[in-house]
């Protein structure tokens, strides 16, 4: 059974840096093809792609995102972790994250994990 | 800036077929998008229901179809449930990164 599981603060400052971790079993992030990337929903707006690593540690991150965001894993302990710097309160969003298989499917998803940035 | 673009909304009577579409501001969508599918309901987490266009996961129900129509990548509902009324997302592969769909609210009515 896979599994993906969210955690980290669920209250940032603005102009912070936000450490997420997702914390996954069921598959291994050693595999051919397989990746692990993260995904933002801000409340009552549509979901925005946001990085995504593969097994070989190919790193992909959104365009408009780039320069704030660090996609690293640790396939030891089944880890993939997101940093996102200089938060603001527009960043206030459910951060999932997704298991890729190859670039063609995305099939699993977290729960989610509701962050707010506010002073 | 790559734009998505799903209808906002649509209804459809139990019983029913709706269709919905995904499409590029790059032009037309082809499989080489891997058009992907989620449908998402109000406080879950969003489900995957196509792969690759048209490929179903194990768990996706025998009324959904994945497609591309006319330039974009469409979802067909054949014989609506209740159940169905949801979010769909639609996710297009850009060599190299992926962009979401604005997600079309289907109600069933």
């Known amino acids: 059974q896979i599994t993906l599981k969210e955690s980290g603060p669920t209250l940032v400052k603005p102009t912070q840096t936000l450490t997420l971790t997702c914390t996954f079993s069921g598959f291994s992030l050693s595999t051919g093809g397989v990746g692990v990337g993260w995904i933002r929903q801000p409340p009552g707006k549509a979901l925005e792609w946001l990085a995504l690593i593969f097994w070989d540690d190919d790193k992909r991150y959104s365009p408009s995102l780039k320069t704030r965001l660090t996609i690293t894993r640790d396939t030891s302990k089944n880890q993939v972790v997101l940093t996102m710097t200089n938060m603001d309160p527009v960043d206030t969003a459910t951060y999932y994250c997704?298991?890729?298989?190859?670039?063609?499917?995305?099939?699993?998803w977290g729960q989610g994990t509701l962050v707010t940035v506010s002073s | 800036q790559t734009v998505v673009t799903q209808e906002p909304s649509l209804t459809v009577s139990p019983g029913g077929t709706v269709t919905l579409t995904c499409a590029s501001s790059t032009g037309a969508v082809t499989s080489a998008y891997y058009p992907n599918w989620f449908q998402q309901k109000p406080g879950q987490a969003p489900g995957a229901l196509i792969y690759s266009t048209s490929n179903k996961h194990s768990w996706t129900p025998a009324r959904f179809s994945g497609s591309l129509l006319g330039g974009k990548a469409a979802l067909t509902l054949s014989g609506v449930q209740p159940e169905d009324e949801a979010e769909y997302y639609c996710?297009?592969?850009?060599?190299?990164?992926?962009?979401f769909g604005g997600g079309t609210k289907l109600t069933v009515l």
């Open positions: 996710l297009l592969y850009y060599d190299g990164v992926w962009v």
């Open positions: 997704a298991r890729w298989l190859t670039v063609t499917t995305m099939d699993s």
